[in-house]
């Protein structure tokens, strides 16, 4: 099993910005969210979490992972939280399903995620039709 280390992630500005996030194990013990430090409080904090449920010879393995984004603003000088966007995505891996196709599975996810059309829809909010 790996263990939680740091991980670095870059944002999504027009020049990319690279943030370290640390690894906290949660709380149940089912997988790991991971704190960007850019704000010194957590709440406001962007989280990078993941999520993994063992299966068994007849039983499917879940893994899903996401990301929480607080977004602030300064009322008379004090930091609030505005609003929180949040992304997920999951996979589900049949029982007998080969080391070969879980890879398979997450090229097409990541890939997707960075196709035109997809990103026109969940980034810009294009529909597609």
């Known amino acids: 099993m790996s263990s939680a280390t740091n991980i670095t992630v870059n944002d999504g500005a027009a020049t990319p910005v690279a943030h370290t996030f640390y690894p906290v194990q949660n709380s149940n013990g089912n997988g790991f969210t991971f704190y ?6 957590p ?4 989280k ?3 999520k993994l449920k063992l299966g068994t010879p007849k ?3 879940d893994s899903s992972l996401g990301v929480i984004q607080p977004i602030t603003k300064i009322v008379d000088g004090v930091t ?6 949040t992304s997920k995505v999951e ?7 080969s080391a070969a196709e879980r890879n ?4 097409f996810t990541i890939n997707a995620l960075n196709q035109a059309l997809l990103k026109e829809q969940t980034r810009d909010l294009k ?3």
């Open 48 to 50: 990078i979490w993941g």
């Open 127 to 129: 529909a597609w039709y």
């Open 104 to 107: 398979d599975l997450y090229a």
């Open 80 to 85: 609030q939280q505005d609003h929180v966007n």
């Open 36 to 41: 960007d430090q850019i704000t010194g409080n």
């Open 43 to 46: 709440v406001f904090e962007t």
């Open 59 to 61: 039983v499917a393995s």
């Open 91 to 97: 996979f589900t891996f049949a029982p007998n399903a």
